[in-house]
């Protein structure tokens, strides 16, 4: 199986930063896509920005341009930068990796980890 794991959230103040890691674990073979969702409290989980193992990302319209997702392929790692917060960005945030690992038999997995809270109030 694949373990990912996130870390960095935390309280900041509106018009902070904060950086976000995720790390992917396990018998990996390759990982085609990883990406960074959130999920407020009421509402439903959402893209925040995606990257492919070839670069290309992806962002949702409230993010870009304080947003920069980045990927360590040599680490199976994703990075989010989030600059300029604001109270509206508060949510735990779940990242999430596709692709290919091998145990017995190369199979494909979609694994999510356990979420970080991120909380931008003054």
């Known amino acids: 199986q694949v373990q990912v794991v996130e870390s960095g959230g935390g309280l900041v103040q509106p018009g902070g930063s904060l950086r976000l890691s995720c790390a992917a674990s396990g018998s990996i073979l390759s990982i085609n896509i990883m990406g960074w969702y959130r999920q407020a409290p009421g509402k439903q989980r959402e893209l925040v920005a995606d990257?492919?193992?070839?670069?290309?990302?992806n962002y949702a319209d409230s993010v870009k341009g304080r947003f920069t997702i980045s990927r360590d392929n040599a680490k199976n790692t994703v990075y989010l930068q989030m600059d300029s917060l604001i109270p509206e960005d508060t949510a735990v945030y779940y990242c999430?990796?596709?692709?290919?690992?091998?145990?017995?038999?190369?199979?494909?997995?979609?694994?999510w980890g356990q979420g970080t809270q991120v909380t931008v109030s003054s």
């Open positions: 999430k990796a596709r692709g290919l690992f091998k145990r017995t038999t190369i199979s494909e997995f979609d694994s």
């Open positions: 990257i492919y193992s070839l670069g290309r990302t």
